[in-house]
């Protein structure tokens, strides 16, 4: 993608190149819409030429388990039981939410690693990454995953190669029953509007749009029939957050021990330079007496304290 | 002044010696691998170990073997860093001992107190780093753990990290001011008039001298 539309780059403290302004996109999932026929992870693993491992069945819909880098994003299947004893298969298609304050980025210790575009896409740089899974330590959505193959951080790109060319995701492309949906941010939070509308006169009282503040508001959002316990849904996070650790750990206290321990060390050399050294008085080591030369320093009087007498008394 | 009296006291014997310098070496190597994830502006650091990459691989290793050959110097010195009255009043006379001032410093053994609490913040330290470094060594453990732990333990990490270069910072420069302290850790000998300048109830051990005579005071 271009870089001149960066409005924020890990592990750097001064601006990136951000002089292109361009519109916030957004992916909107309706997880009401969506029949769990995978054809979003299949389009993903085609259009980013991911073949992921074939696994194991765990007794679940789930395939694969779970994320890994080489799924980007993956259905999750929740059957949950209503209080008035309905069964609702709730099916989430789980991936990058690309947070408008990215802990990922918050937490990368390499600069230009992660990279959050003026249109919101988050995007990985595998070229700068070293490897530390930092972004995992810091994404507040468990969604980054280390590859075992290379030990580089992966996700979903929002298919930033795709988006930055005018298409919309693959996943999007695919979706044969209009559950994903692509635009401009905007754009999406009006669709979503009309959707809640729609599923409130069907009896679904608490349906709402999965926007999250806590993270500043997200590039993929989801239309939730409970949004009122998004935690139904696979444990997306009710409220999520990037978590106060990881602010104490990436945040101002950073700084403020670089400082801490540069000024330990001008302590020191002011110390050094006010008080001085501590030297023993006595010489380490005296040069060797040469006894056959009797030498007299006539300012020197010899006194010794045991033996009677004044000083006088034993000049040389 | 006797022949005997320029004879210097061996304090660190050759294994002392090569214990802590293998020590110094690779705290200086794990420091700087470490510095460079610590902040962006030290990111340049990760240079020196061959890029990102490489000071992500070795940083563990070299923080695993400081922690192992600093065990060794808690086995050789632990028994010499227990706090006494003395160090109590030592420390209440810190500023006389900053200002080069001895009156009123009682003497000391082999360690002083800054030395002893050091020792045992280094001891402190190098725990911490090592048990929050295993939780957050992605390639290995990291999935053992739950990310609240992850979590918890980046900030420890980075932390006792911090305290750690702190107290180094200290301990060098306590070497640069203190003249032939150095040198003890160098080659291992130190002068007798340095030894009962700075530690002078361990000269007495050392050496078996009795304290000097209390002017109008008979000994008894």
């Known amino acids: 993608m271009a ?26 999932i309706d997880t009401t819409k969506c029949i769990g026929c995978k ?12 073949r992921d491992e074939v696994g194991h069945n765990h007794g679940t819909y789930d395939n694969p388990q779970d994320l890994s880098a080489e799924t980007w994003t993956l259905m999750r299947f929740t059957e ?28 990368c210790p390499s600069p230009g690693a992660i990279i959050k575009h003026a249109n919101g896409i988050v995007d ?41 060319v005018g298409l919309e995701p693959a996943c999007v492309k695919t979706c044969p029953t209009g559950a994903i949906v692509f635009g401009s941010k905007d754009e999406m939070k009006v669709h979503a509007a009309e959707r809640i509308v729609d599923l409130k006169s069907r009896g679904f009282d608490n349906a709402g749009l999965y926007d999250p503040d806590g993270v500043g508001g997200t590039h993929v959002m989801y239309v939730l029939h409970h949004a009122d316990t998004p935690r139904l849904y696979a444990g997306l996070p009710d409220q999520p957050v990037i978590s106060p650790l990881v602010g104490l750990w990436k945040g101002i206290s ?35 007496v040469d006894n056959s030369v009797h030498q007299v320093d006539p300012a020197v009087h010899v006194y010794d304290p045991t033996k009677p007498g004044g000083p006088g008394e034993q000049r040389p | 002044m006797n022949q005997r009296e320029h004879k210097p006291i061996l304090r660190y014997n050759a294994n002392e010696r090569t214990n802590h310098w293998i020590v110094a070496i690779l705290f200086f190597m794990a420091g700087l691998s ?14 020196l170990f061959g890029g990102g990459p490489w000071t992500r691989i070795l940083h563990p290793f070299l923080g695993v073997a400081m922690f192992v050959f600093f065990l060794g110097l808690v086995v050789r010195f632990w028994r010499a860093n227990f706090i006494t009255a003395n160090d109590r009043l030592w420390l209440r006379r810190i500023d006389r001992v900053m200002l080069n001032k001895e009156e009123g410093v009682p003497p000391i053994g082999k360690y002083n107190a ?19 470094g295993v939780v957050i060594w992605r390639a290995y453990f990291s999935h053992f753990f739950d990310i609240g732990a992850i979590r918890l333990a980046s900030l420890a990490h980075a932390f006792a990290g911090f305290v750690l270069i702190l107290s180094i910072i200290v301990h060098i420069y306590a070497g640069i001011w203190i003249k032939g302290s150095v040198g003890a850790m160098l080659h291992g000998w130190v002068s007798r008039a340095w030894a009962r300048k700075h530690h002078e109830l361990w000269y007495r051990e050392v050496t078996g001298d009795k304290p000097p005579p209390v002017p109008g005071r008979k000994e008894g």
């Open chain 1, 124 to 164: 990985f740089n595998q070229d700068h990454c070293i490897g530390c899974g930092y972004c995992i330590t810091g994404c507040p959505f468990n969604i980054p995953r280390i590859s075992q193959k290379d030990h580089k951080a992966y996700k979903c790109t929002l298919c930033s190669d795709r988006v930055s």
């Open chain 1, 80 to 107: 949950h039981e209503r209080d008035d004893g309905n069964l609702e298969w709730l099916i989430r298609k789980d991936g990058c939410m690309h947070c408008a304050d990215p802990g990922c980025l918050k937490a």
């Open chain 1, 254 to 288: 950073k700084p403020l021990a670089l400082l801490a321990m540069g000024a330990a060390v001008l302590a020191g050399f002011f110390h050094y330079v006010r008080v001085g050294p501590q030297r023993v008085e006595e010489d380490e080591h005296p040069a060797p």
């Open chain 2, 114 to 132: 800054g030395q002893k609490l050091l020792f045992w913040t280094l001891l402190l330290c190098m725990l911490v780093l090592l048990l929050s």
């Open chain 2, 34 to 47: 470490g510095l460079a994830l610590f902040h962006p502006a030290l990111f340049w650091l990760s240079h």
């Open chain 1, 3 to 28: 870089s001149q539309d960066i409005i924020a780059r890990s592990a750097t403290t001064t601006a990136p190149s951000s002089i292109r302004q361009l519109e916030e996109v957004a992916k909107l």
């Open chain 1, 39 to 50: 054809a979003c992870q299949v389009a993903c693993s085609e259009w980013n030429e991911l």
